[in-house]
């Protein structure tokens, strides 16, 4: 801690504690085409709770964002478990300013995740933090179901270029919603966690 003494009749000594780091934020960070887009995970829910729900397919590997208010010294180390608490997939992290990049792979489609990123740090401290979130391509519902209202709004989005308002629905992430994504998320229909 910082002190600093005052002068006068009655010194005094007052102590200033480092701002410990913060989470600020956690996304789901996918490139679509050319673009980048952020599906924000609510934070403080657990994993058999009402997390938010990825549709967007796997590809190369989910890519989770834990944003920080202040650039990171240390990236940690990272673990993802699933609902019943077993490891799951591979999990690793990197840092790049204030973000602790985690990257997920071998994770199957229709499974709840809770990350868990401990020992992220600045020079104000250390911090373990975590967010749950369910993997389920073509809820773009967010239901925790596949079903005909994700199939009818994939359908109505079809031929239109992706956006930061609709990217959700481009399933396979190529920049466009196409027929590719209504036939993804018609091959999941019925599927429910």
């Known amino acids: 801690p910082n002190s600093a003494t005052c002068t006068g009749s009655r010194p005094y000594t007052l102590s200033v504690a480092a701002n ?6 956690v996304v789901s960070r996918k490139t679509h085409g ?3 887009h952020e599906l924000k995970i609510t934070t403080g829910v657990a994993v058999t709770g009402n997390v938010t729900v990825e549709p967007r397919e796997i590809k190369a590997g989910h ?13 940690g180390s990272v673990a ?9 997939g591979v999990a690793s992290v990197t840092r790049s300013g204030s973000e602790a990049r985690v990257t997920l792979t071998g994770i199957p489609d229709n499974q709840r995740v809770r990350v868990v ?6 020079t104000n401290g250390t911090l373990t933090t975590e967010a749950s979130m369910a993997f389920m ?13 994700d199939i009818s ?21 190529d920049g466009a919603i196409s027929t590719a994504d ?3 998320v018609k091959a999941r229909s019925g599927l429910s966690h």
């Open 80 to 88: 993802a478990f699933n609902q019943a608490g077993t490891p799951i």
């Open 63 to 75: 890519l989770i964002v834990f944003k920080f208010n202040q650039a990171l010294t240390a990236s």
């Open 20 to 25: 410990p780091p913060l989470v600020t934020e």
């Open 182 to 184: 209504v036939t993804a």
């Open 153 to 173: 709004a994939v359908k109505a989005r079809a031929s239109a270029s992706v956006t930061a308002a609709n990217f959700v629905y481009d399933l396979t992430q």
């Open 137 to 149: 391509v073509g809820d773009v519902s967010g239901s925790h179901t596949v079903n005909a209202a």
């Open 34 to 36: 050319a673009a980048t």
């Open 117 to 122: 990123l401990t020992g992220a740090g600045t």
